[in-house]
């Protein structure tokens, strides 16, 4: 293990750190422990750190990595397991019980979507990047990023106009 390789990878993940966490926790929600995930996407990343071209274009190749460690993740799984309020680490720390159901409602709503458009809210949303950054992530148009996260946002609003928390049963 190159000491400057392990150097220039440190110094490029730390400032995408947090984000990458939140980013891992939303997509994997109730599915599998986002530290797993985050585990296989780093080892991915680093063992084939010297094909980046790029030190500006970390966080796509880390974010791709990401996308294609959990989608091949789900085909493995083949079964879908039903979410329990016990087996999931919501990416907040708020106790309140009525807060809690609506995150987890939120996110069931948010599997409803199609990756692109999930994928683009919890970016932009929960992970806190610039249209420009998940455009560059998605390999897209900042236009496309755009347009994915208003489709998303309506399709989302269409879902919670037919479905309520309190009517909803897991």
């Known amino acids: 293990m190159s000491k400057a390789k392990q150097d220039r990878f440190l110094t490029l993940y730390e400032p995408v750190h947090e984000r990458f966490e939140r980013f891992c926790r939303s997509r994997v929600y109730g599915e599998l422990d986002h530290k797993d995930i985050m585990n296989d996407t780093l080892l991915i990343a680093y063992d084939k750190f010297e094909t980046l071209r790029s030190d500006v274009a970390f966080v796509s190749f880390l974010f791709g990595i990401c996308v294609r460690v959990l989608s091949n ?44 458009q ?13 249209l420009k950054e998940i455009a560059i992530i998605q390999a897209v148009s900042e236009g496309a990023v755009k347009q994915r996260l208003r489709r998303g946002r309506e399709k989302l609003g269409q879902l919670m106009n037919y479905v309520s928390p309190e009517n909803h049963q897991g």
């Open 118 to 130: 999930q994928e683009c809210i919890l970016l932009f949303e929960i992970s806190g990047f610039s």
């Open 73 to 116: 993740h789900r085909q493995k799984k083949n079964t879908e397991r039903f979410v329990n309020a016990r087996d999931v680490q919501y990416p907040i720390a708020d106790s309140d019980p009525q807060t809690l159901t609506d995150i987890q409602f939120l996110y069931k709503l948010l599997k409803q979507l199609p990756d692109e």
